[in-house]
């Protein structure tokens, strides 16, 4: 199989605060994890690519002070959301990119439901 | 850049019948692989189907098959002898051959009518 799972699954914070969503690969190495972010009844949105052992690379417009992610393990991504504002409230979603298969195909998260105060 | 433009932002289809999906795309390689996503109200994104540009032959998986026109750029998904579980949201997606991500469609919300 190919599972990702993400934590926590919902979180509720006050503004100015940092958030921090967990993004794992649980029976296969990642070295490609992909954050999406997704509002009501709208589409995914790629917000980063994150490389194991090296730095994200931010899609134009996202900001990367904002939303800092670490890729230190071949199983674990995470994307920090600092300074959390109601307008950061969204649905966060990862994926992996399982390595060594000829599709490079991704396998998504369940997601991240966020909700700024 | 490539677009994915998914035109039907709703779709009804009566248990047991088929429905069609409609998805164009816009690139100008011809290294790339297209892909039909289902998100149901879990949220969970769940691959259905995939197609690569090189291979003329349509693929299926069960009751999902797909309709694809390289030259018109358009990657349309049939759902055959629908089922209540079918009704999710659909994306359609693309990603070229020496890519690694994914450019996603607005997405067509299937309602599935006992």
Redesign the interface.
Known sequence: GAVVSQHPSWVICKSGTSVKIECRSLDFQATTMFWYRQFPKQSLMLMATSNEGSKATYEQGVEKDKFLINHASLTLSTLTVTSAHPEDSSFYICSARKSGVTYNEQFFGPGTRLTVL | AQTVTQSQPEMSVQEAETVTLSCTYDTSESDY?LFWYKQPP??????VI?QEAYKQQNATENRFSVNFQKAAKSFSLKISDSQLGDAAMY?CAYRSGGA???V????TRLTINP
């Open positions: 692989y879990s949220r969970q994104m769940i691959l995939r994306f690694q991500k994914l996603f469609g607005q997405g």
